[in-house]
């Protein structure tokens, strides 16, 4: 049966390259995924992603904290161009700032991040990146992966909407195990969305819940 659903709107959060976002707005444009990239917010003015979206024609924002004398000031300022773009989802495709309280708490249950990770392993303050992959190699894991989960009001504690694995391999340094698991992030962040955009995401008794594609 073909989903007659209105694509869904995504408001995107970056800092860098932006491959994540390019991997989703590849999948729109294949239409692999029925959602529209409506606005991108970077708090760097030089990210990758901003560019992109210029480029593409998706409204672009450089939106930073130091811009404003407040935090509200700061807050109201992305609150107004979600609400401009009529967001029904915000994605964090390496954004790497905590989203405002007040924002996680408008948007509750549908702010989106992905995490270089098996959550609940090796996240929170000052795991990211590098020292993400760092951390999974000193500890000597076999496996590690990808996770996209929620966003609450903590560093990478939201409930988990999609997670892959990755093999560890004896010769790993950080850089090769980071590529390979930005392979699955590209196939996973796609995957999260598309649960949202068939509303298939709900929650019971206070935990994520995700049912079958024909309710
Ligand atoms: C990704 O590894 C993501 O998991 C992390 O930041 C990185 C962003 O990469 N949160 P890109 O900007 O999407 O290329």
């Known amino acids: 049966m073909s989903d007659k659903r209105e694509p869904i709107k995504i ?16 999948n729109i444009d294949s239409g692999k995924l029925n959602a529209r990239v409506v606005a991108v917010i970077a708090n760097k003015s030089k990210a990758g992603a901003l560019e992109n979206a210029r480029n593409r024609g998706i409204a672009a924002y450089h939106i930073s904290r130091l811009h404003f004398e407040s935090d509200k000031g700061f807050e109201n300022k992305l609150l107004s161009v979600m609400e401009e773009h009529e967001t029904d989802l915000v994605v964090l495709a390496g954004y790497m700032k905590k989203i405002p309280a007040a924002i996680v708490r408008v948007y509750k249950g549908k ?23 760092k951390a999974v ?39 090769l195990l980071a590529a390979r698991v930005l392979t699955i992030e590209h196939e996973i962040f796609s995957e999260a969305i598309k649960l949202f955009a068939q509303g298939r995401v709900s929650f019971k008794d206070g935990k994520l819940a995700i049912s079958p594609v024909d309710k």
């Open 111 to 133: 702010i989106l991040n992905i995490h270089p990770a098996l959550l609940p392993s090796f996240g929170g303050h000052g795991l990211y990146g590098r020292f993400v992959h």
């Open 137 to 175: 190699l000193d500890y000597g894991c076999k496996v590690s992966g990808a996770t996209v989960h929620l966003v609450d009001e903590e560093y990478d504690t939201g409930p988990p909407v999609v997670q892959k694995c990755v093999p560890v391999k004896e010769d790993d340094t950080p850089e």
């Open 11 to 26: 408001t995107a959060f970056a800092s860098g390259r932006g491959s994540n976002l390019e991997a989703i707005l590849k």
